[in-house]
């Protein structure tokens, strides 16, 4: 049966043998539907809701088309986050493991020269986030794209929605005319038709259907508490949960300093937990995932690096210390758990001036949240302690280099941009500047 529904799909018996030993017996409608037409040579964008197995959806086409002809450079993904491209690399390497694949992972973060040989060695296979990519096209001649059969968008509407525009055109003016293009993420229609100019030609699309954005499988609630007390009822949410279930917890925050923040706070209260976040170096960001991935560490702390993508089987809570503005990162944030037909759970904390995004996030999912029920006198017996936990830890954090490193990144954007570093740090100093003086005015006029 499980062979006989994959052979419908025209796969080679040694793929359909890789995806068993992974534990896939059988193709999920995205990858039932986008195979064939990838096999036939057409351009594709594919829509469906995350842990619906879109990566094997443009994988096992890839290397079965790859085993027919294999040379390096064959195909491209690109793919917003590091921790992303690193799972895809991952996918690619077990299934193509019996044909000797040749892969890289191409990112921030890590050294370029050894980079730079791995792409000199033609891989097979390149994974990699779009800045880095740029910077290896830009500065040096060892490689080229110009046999490149495939080009991959993962999170195509990510990639596509202007935070990338500069380092995607370099990219696009070292491709190839004649390639195929995929394209897949989980939301994907708002990009419909910018996908559209980029194919230029007959493309198929697949957008799965569903009147629902989110999963069944997923319980979604929300918490109502002041803003003030924010953290206390996070603590007090954890807690509740922890008494009934011992599953793994994503909690994910709007800033790279909240985050960090929230991770001392939480550690120090006695809720072990590793952080994930841009200012991170990437090999702790790797560590960090590495821990939470096998267990050793249950709690995860994240921005929205981790939102896309990732697949953790292990996720069984998602917490949403903040709102998302755009309905769409809270589907991305809430997929990390309920994926591949498990059970999952999604708790957002709501502060009295998240309403309006709370119903948008409702109207855009056709989905009301129900509370989850939390005694808010146990949330009054520990708001001090954690209060007090978390100044510490902004004390604490003042005196690490966390402030240098985000200059440091500041000054490279400002660079990439175009701007004098020297200049735009003295206005943003300036503005930081302003901001606390205007902080300290208010704190003295309510007192």
């Known amino acids: 049966m499980t062979e006989k529904s994959f052979d419908k799909l025209q796969l080679n018996p040694w793929i359909i043998r890789q995806c068993a030993t992974i534990g896939v017996r059988s193709p999920t409608p995205i990858q039932t539907n986008c195979i064939p037409p990838i096999l036939a040579g057409r351009d594709c964008i594919g829509a469906a809701k995350t842990g619906s197995g879109k990566t094997l959806a443009f994988a096992l086409p890839i290397l079965q088309k790859l085993c027919e002809d294999p040379y390096g450079i064959f195909a491209l993904i690109l793919t917003p986050t590091r921790e992303l491209a690193f799972q895809i690399a991952d996918q690619f390497a077990v299934i193509g493991k019996v044909m000797n694949l040749r892969h890289c992972v191409i990112v921030g973060g890590m050294d370029m020269v050894v980079q730079g040989k791995d792409l000199a060695r033609k891989p097979h296979i390149v994974v990699a986030t779009p800045g880095r990519l740029a910077d290896h096209l830009e500065s040096c001649n060892t490689f080229n794209f110009n046999k490149l059969r495939f080009l991959v968008l993962d999170e195509a509407d ?179 758990t309920a994926r591949a037909g498990r059970n999952g759970k999604a708790i957002s904390l709501v502060t009295p001036y998240d309403i309006k995004l709370l119903q948008a996030i409702e109207q855009h999912i056709n989905t009301k949240l129900t509370e989850f029920k939390l005694d808010d006198s146990e949330v009054g017996k520990i708001f001090t302690q954690i209060s007090v936990t978390k100044s510490e830890a902004y004390i604490k954090l003042d005196e690490q280099d966390f402030y240098e490193k985000k200059m440091i990144n500041k000054r490279k954007k400002w660079m990439m941009e175009g701007l004098d570093p020297d200049e735009e740090e003295e206005k943003f100093l300036k503005t930081i500047k302003k901001s606390k003086k205007a902080k300290k005015k208010k704190q003295k006029n309510d007192n």
Do not use: W
Request: proline content about 3%; glycine content about 4%; overall charge positive.
């Open 158 to 336: 990510r990639l596509l929605g202007g935070h990338f525009d500069e380092q995607i055109k370099t990219i696009f003016q070292a491709l190839p005319k004649e390639r195929q293009n995929l394209f897949f993420s989980a939301t994907i229609t708002d990009t419909l038709e910018k996908l559209k100019d980029v194919t230029g030609k007959d493309v198929f699309f697949y957008e799965a259907p569903a009147e629902v954005a989110t999963v069944e499988q997923l319980e979604q609630n929300y918490v109502l508490c002041p803003k003030d007390v924010k953290d206390a009822y996070l603590v007090e949410t954890i807690r509740t949960y922890r008494a009934t279930n011992d599953g793994n917890i994503l909690i994910f925050t709007n800033t790279c300093k909240n985050c960090q923040v929230l991770s001392m706070t939480l550690n120090e209260v006695g809720f072990e937990n590793v952080a994930l976040h841009a200012m991170m170096k990437q090999q702790q960001r790797l560590a960090a995932l590495a821990k939470f991935k096998s267990n050793t560490i249950k709690i995860l702390l994240a921005t929205d690096v981790a939102s896309r993508g990732l697949d953790i089987p292990t996720v069984q809570l998602v917490i949403n210390h903040n709102i998302p503005k755009i309905p769409k990162e809270y589907i991305h944030r809430v997929g990390r």
